[in-house]
């Protein structure tokens, strides 16, 4: 059974940084594209980052661009999620993706298995 989880969440100074971890399970998820949702309290799930399935290509949401890294590291079956400058309203659940396919995409549609999510809370 494919199975992903999410890992690296919790309470951070606004300027500081977290890393989030996706291990992977079940499914040879590094032939697919991976991707981090999130979601805040009272508003819709968002693309926030999104990596191909060999992490060549790397798309991130505008919000986000140039503060947060998308990685992954297929011998480890692991996505990371680095998050630097980090600001109050990155606060939220975030959420792994699993792809199906190669290419990265912002759309929900486009991914299949998803994680139980990881709370960030950053304080102004």
């Known amino acids: 059974q494919a199975q992903l989880v999410e890992s690296g969440g919790g309470l951070v100074q606004s300027g500081g940084s977290l890393i989030l971890s996706c291990a992977t399970s079940?499914?040879?998820?590094?032939?697919?594209?991976m991707a981090w949702f999130r979601q805040a309290p009272g508003k819709e799930q968002e693309f926030v980052a999104a990596?191909?399935?060999?992490?060549?290509?790397?798309y991130y949401a505008d919000s986000v661009k140039d503060r947060f890294t998308i990685s992954r590291d297929n011998n480890k079956n692991t996505v990371y999620l680095q998050m630097d400058s980090l600001k109050p309203e990155d606060t939220a659940v975030y959420y792994c993706?699993?792809?199906?396919?190669?290419?990265?995409?912002?759309?929900?549609?486009?991914?299949?298995?998803w994680g139980q999510g990881t709370q960030v809370t950053v304080s102004s």
């Open positions: 993706a699993g792809g199906i396919f190669r290419s990265a995409a912002s759309s929900r549609n486009a991914y299949e298995y």
């Open positions: 079940g499914r040879t998820f590094s032939n697919y594209a």
């Open positions: 990596v191909n399935w060999i992490g060549a290509d790397a």
